[in-house]
């Protein structure tokens, strides 16, 4: 990408306010789960809205994954939208977990056993287990009380999130389907751009 063109990009996205992501994340989970309540996701819709919010959670884990490799190789820098897209990620990901808890499996003892005995489900738990505290310290109160340091320490549970979250992904799935590998695939991708290679120093 040529030198003005990502000057462009980068100059009007410093322009562009941060709250609309907010009303389009929270809006298009509204237009999904009315679609559901209404019988327009098909047969089964509960079924239908629970894999919905899931795939759109794992979309974003790749927008976030994004943001970093395309500053740092292509010099587009998205960083100030990194939180709002991250939480999002994390209201999704409690979206699927919400519907399939209390529309799908209903009972808090069939919640439990399947967590212990579906591996794909435990696998999914841990995900979600991992992103809790990097909602929780989402806000600049967190960064100042816990450091840089250790707030990015802390932070980088983003990645095994989203590994396991593709993984919940391919196990969920039934047969050969290429969107899960896709997905797993471009974030195992997104995260091998962000390892920093030993430079070689050249012998004078």
């Known amino acids: 990408m040529s030198e003005p063109l990502v000057q462009f990009v980068n100059s009007q996205s410093r322009r562009l306010p941060i709250w609309p992501f907010y009303l389009i994340g929270f809006a298009w ?3 999904l789960f009315f679609l559901a309540a209404t019988g327009a996701l098909g047969v089964e819709p509960i079924e239908a ?4 919010y899931g795939k759109l959670a794992l979309q974003l884990f790749i927008v976030v994954l994004a943001i970093t490799p395309l ?5 587009l820098n998205f960083l100030r939208f990194r939180r709002i897209l991250g939480l999002l990620t994390f209201f999704f990901v409690l979206a699927h977990l919400m519907v399939w808890a209390l529309l799908d499996v ?3 003892e069939r919640v439990w056993a399947d967590i212990v005995k579906r591996p794909y489900i435990t696998v999914g738990m841990t995900a979600f287990a991992l992103l809790v505290p990097l909602a929780i310290t989402s806000n600049n109160r967190s960064l ?3 450091g840089a340091a250790t707030w990015r320490r802390l932070h980088r549970l983003t990645y095994p999130a ?3 979250g593709a993984i919940h992904y391919l196990w969920l799935v039934k047969g050969f389907q290429i ?3 896709l997905y797993t695939a471009a974030i195992l991708g997104l995260l091998a751009l962000r390892i920093r290679l030993p430079e070689r120093r050249i012998a004078n």
């Open 29 to 31: 989970a509204g237009w």
């Open 49 to 52: 809205l629970e894999h919905r």
């Open 71 to 75: 500053r740092r190789h292509v010099g």
């Open 106 to 108: 209903q009972s808090v």
């Open 144 to 146: 100042r009380r816990l």
């Open 162 to 164: 989203a590994i396991l």
């Open 179 to 181: 969107e899960p590998i």
